[in-house]
């Protein structure tokens, strides 16, 4: 079959649709799910959040998934090929759990340390963004598996993210937020997803930057989808470039889109365009009957993992009906249930879930290695790595080592099938003689937890976790299961569903004031052996669907519980429309004295060999659906940390967090890493890179600040009138930092190994090159570095430009290219890093193109944007 046959064929299968049929297929048929049309053979598609892990379709503890790095990590990185493979892992987990689209990757920049989903987005720059991000979706593709770029565009924090009008000049639009998205076309990807936000003026879901520059302009054949409940009405984003509005089945196209055709206010041609698009993502990722991926297309596809002509069904009633909840943001509503047959008391007990199989150990060891290679180890006097062999006695010291972030809170969020701590790790690498001892120090200052089984039993079964119960208005119950987790935010809805009930036998730990809490909007109760602690109408006062849907408001109250005498928690809420229905039961000892937890980690700090302290942020403080508002550590962690600092000299200080964090103390750190948001291995890849099992791999994606208000650009807050305006132009990041009076803490692309390298020479292109404007070849920069160290290492080769007396406004320098090279001890290596034109071209806004400006560039090249170390020139003609 020759690549023109498949497209004639989706022609004639478009010819068979009426318009009813068509307009049907534009509005998801569920919340994950497209519609199908048996007529033409076109099964389902199933979409699901990414990009750390494949949730899939259901929000359920018992359902668990491979977690991987956080974006940030991965970037941290700075390596392509890992992406890619991580992109392969991502699609074998979404064909394990029938998906056929990840919504993932977030190409959003890092603009402000100050953004709530850093975790989530890769880098402060449009280089290293789209060379990331492209790797991960080659690497989903090449499986038969959709990739989404999202957020289509400037959605680069999270405050009024649903209404905020970004202002942002067109030159840089051009050069710095949509570059990753056009390397992200360029790459292949399937999907592109719209914002909410409107960019000067224009709701994203109805942007002309949606037809242009996206598919005119860069060739984009696949589908514009709609963030989730983002379309907000009929014609305008029906008349622009967007293709699919999710979820479904209700929305403003439907019925009302099939009408605005019919009244001329939108062209049926518009809607044809949709609906051949669709087809064609159908035929990628196996949906199409007619029609399997062929060409080249198929080559790609792994064994095993390529996509099959998938049989044709008829919408199943249980992904189609209509939810009674509004919708989330890429994460979605929670749909209703399976409808089941009228219970007879009592309540019908859901059958056990059998659990979710576990990964494998090759998926373990990719895991481990990925997240070694995204860490970065910021400072080091020569402490590491530690000699297991010199430690006889070990500190470990913080919350975060025994508890520790391993993802970002929000849609994106999975159930990890297992999450490796700190303490686990350094545990399983030491020698069982070594003494290890924890001391958590001061509590964090979160919030009460969802109750789980080391707290709480299920009432009716004993064991361990809660029960859930579906009520009627009598209170009669209609179903009833038991969960593992207080955290329930898709309660399995029946007909006559009026009230979610969960409760458990818990038995408190220590004497004191217990916390409990249940979040959720509308009528809501709260008991304690009977003991009312909520009663009150909560009403839903946020649009957001993350709170709406993922982290709903909690209530909370307080009583005093005695030492191991057990109680029942009981929490209601009632069901009301457009309050979603996620609810949450949580509880929280009493508080502990901070002053002695601080004193006890100082005093095993003081007596150990060396400590191994790790900090971090909270849910509360690091989360999608808010901006942070400042970058200290919660809590007293900064105290702790010079507590312990003082009390042990050999101490490696390790940020668990997404994003930026001010570290006041970080220069008297003897080594200073970054973790992350690891994933499921992290233990074991810290304990790794302590021990000296492999080298820290990772080098800064974004520039880290000493204190907020030395960072250059920092507002996301909207204006009273509704406006964030992007004043700094092209100056984000290090750029920013470049012209700032301030020093940043650590430069863009600083990151230390166990080995040290000397910049020896740099060569590059002999004579003038031709401006490249449509070039496709990248120049060729070498650079020959030597190891000086005495082992064996990596290094991260990053190169820049510069274009000094320029007509145009520049930046001081922006990165232009980076590769890696790996070199024995003593041994020099040449890196041949390449430029690709791009990076020496501009947008003109009065001649709506791209130029280059002839003349000669400086190349510069280091180890960060901070430290260079060779400087070139590369004269353009």
């Known amino acids: 079959m020759t690549d023109a046959e498949p497209e004639q064929l989706l022609e004639r299968l478009l010819e068979k649709l009426d318009l009813t049929q068509k307009v049907a297929l534009l509005t998801g048929a569920t919340t994950w799910r497209t519609a ?64 056929d689209a990840v919504l993932a990757p977030t190409l959003n920049l890092h603009r402000s340390p100050l953004g709530g989903r850093h975790f989530e987005c890769f880098s402060e720059d449009p280089l290293l963004t789209g060379a990331i991000g492209a790797a991960l979706v080659r690497g989903l593709q090449d499986a038969g598996v959709a990739a989404t770029a999202k957020h289509f565009v400037a959605n680069d924090s999270e405050a009024d993210r649903l209404t905020v009008d970004v202002r942002v000049p067109e030159r840089v639009l051009r050069e710095v937020y949509l ?127 390529a996509p099959v002509t998938r049989p044709v069904v008829a919408p199943n009633p249980a992904t189609t009906a209509p939810t009674a909840t509004a919708t989330t943001p890429d994460a979605a509503a929670p749909e209703a249930a399976p409808e089941a047959p009228a219970p007879e008391p009592p309540a019908p007990e859901a059958p056990a879930r059998p659990a979710t199989p576990g990964a494998h150990a090759p998926v373990r060891a990719l895991l481990r290695r990925a997240a070694s290679a995204g860490t970065v180890l910021l400072r080091n006097t020569g402490l590491l790595p530690l000699d297991p062999a010199g430690i006889r006695a070990l500190a470990v010291i913080g919350r975060h080592a025994a508890s520790p972030r391993a993802q970002g809170g929000g849609s994106a969020e999975v159930f990890p099938d297992r999450v490796v701590a700190p303490l686990d790790g350094i545990r399983s690498a030491l020698p069982a ?12 200052g979160a919030p009460p937890a969802p109750l789980d089984g080391t707290l709480a039993r299920d009432p009716l079964t004993g064991g361990p976790g809660v029960r859930l119960r579906v009520l009627d208005a009598a209170g009669r119950a209609l179903f009833s299961e038991h969960r593992l987790s207080g955290r329930i935010l898709e309660p399995h809805l029946v007909p006559g569903a009026r009230t979610v009930e969960l409760s458990a036998r818990c038995t408190p730990l220590r004497a004191g004031e217990w916390t409990f809490g249940v979040a959720g909007f509308g009528r809501m109760t709260l008991t304690v052996d009977g003991v009312p602690l909520v009663d009150g109408d909560f009403p839903r006062e946020t649009d957001d ?28 809420r009632e069901l009301a429309e457009d309050t979603g229905r996620a609810t949450v039961l949580s509880a929280a000892p009493p508080p502990a004295d901070d002053t002695a937890a601080l004193d006890a980690a100082v005093c095993a700090a003081r007596r150990a060999d060396a400590a191994v302290l790790v900090v971090g942020t909270t849910e509360e403080s690091e989360a999608e659906g808010r901006d942070r508002t400042g970058l200290d550590l919660p809590g007293r962690q900064d105290e702790l940390v010079r507590a312990v600092l003082e009390a042990q000299p050999r101490t490696v200080v390790c940020v668990n967090s997404g994003g930026p964090l001010a570290l006041p103390w970080h220069a008297a750190a003897p080594a200073l890493m970054l973790t992350w948001f690891p994933g499921g291995e992290g233990g074991h890849a810290l304990a790794d ?51 700032s009076k301030a020093a940043p803490a650590y430069w863009f692309g600083h990151g230390l190994g166990y080995t040290t390298w000397a910049y020896e020479a740099l060569v590059t292109p002999d004579g003038p090159v031709a401006d490249g404007t449509q070039a496709r070849v990248p120049v060729r920069v070498r650079v020959r570095v030597r190891n000086t160290g005495r082992r064996a290492g990596r290094e991260v080769v990053q190169v820049y430009l510069a274009r000094h007396g320029s007509a145009v406004e520049r930046p001081v320098r922006w990165l232009a290219g980076f590769t890696e090279v790996t070199a024995a001890p003593g041994e020099a290596v040449t890196a041949e890093v390449p430029v690709p034109h791009r990076a020496l071209r501009h947008w003109s ?28 020139e590369l004269v353009v003609r």
């Not at 669907?545 to 209601?572: E, K």
């Not at 520039?703 to 650009?713: E, F, I, R």
């Not at 510069?860 to 060779?870: E, H, M, N, P, Q």
């Open 545 to 572: 669907p993350s709170q709406v849907h993922v982290r709903p408001p909690r209530q909370q109250g307080r009583i005093a519980l005695a030492a191991g005498r057990p109680v029942t928690v009981v929490a209601r």
């Open 689 to 739: 890179v302590l021990f000296g099992r492999v080298e820290p791999g990772g080098r800064l994606p974004t520039t880290w600040g000493t204190a907020l208000a030395d960072v250059p650009v920092h507002g996301t807050r909207p204006s009273p009138g509704g406006v964030l305006a992007y004043t700094e132009g092209l100056h984000i990041g290090h750029r920013a930092w470049l012209r």
């Open 433 to 444: 003689a070594t003494c290890i001892v924890h001391a958590p120090g001061p509590e964090l």
């Open 845 to 872: 806004q009065e001649e709506q193109g791209w130029r280059v400006e002839p003349g000669t560039f400086t190349v510069l090249v280091g180890r960060s944007a901070g430290d260079i170390l060779l400087r070139g």
């Open 179 to 305: 570059a990753p998205f056009e390397a992200a076309v360029e790459a292949g990807v399937w999907l592109v997803m719209s914002a909410y936000n409107r960019v000067n003026g224009t709701t994203m879901s109805a942007s002309p930057l949606l037809a242009d520059p996206l598919k005119q302009e860069w060739g984009f054949d696949g589908v514009a989808v709609s963030d989730w409940g983002a379309v907000r009405s009929t014609a305008g984003p029906a008349a622009a470039a967007l293709d699919l509005a999710m979820p479904g089945p209700e929305g403003p196209w439907g019925d009302a889109l099939a009408t605005a055709v019919r009244d001329g206010r939108v062209p049926e041609e518009a809607v044809d365009e949709k609906v051949r698009r669709l087809l064609r993502l159908a035929r990628r990722v196996g949906a199409l009957g007619a029609l399997r991926p062929t060409g080249g297309e198929a080559a790609h596809m792994a064994a095993g993992t």
């Open 36 to 99: 199908p049309e048996p007529s033409i053979g076109l099964a389902e598609m199933t979409f699901s959040d990414g990009p750390a892990g494949v949730r899939g379709e259901e929000w359920d503890e018992r359902r668990t998934s491979v977690l991987l790095p956080s974006p940030t990590a991965l970037a941290a990185t700075w390596h392509p090929p890992l992406a890619t493979e991580l992109g392969a892992l991502l699609a074998a987990e979404a064909r394990r759990k029938g998906v």
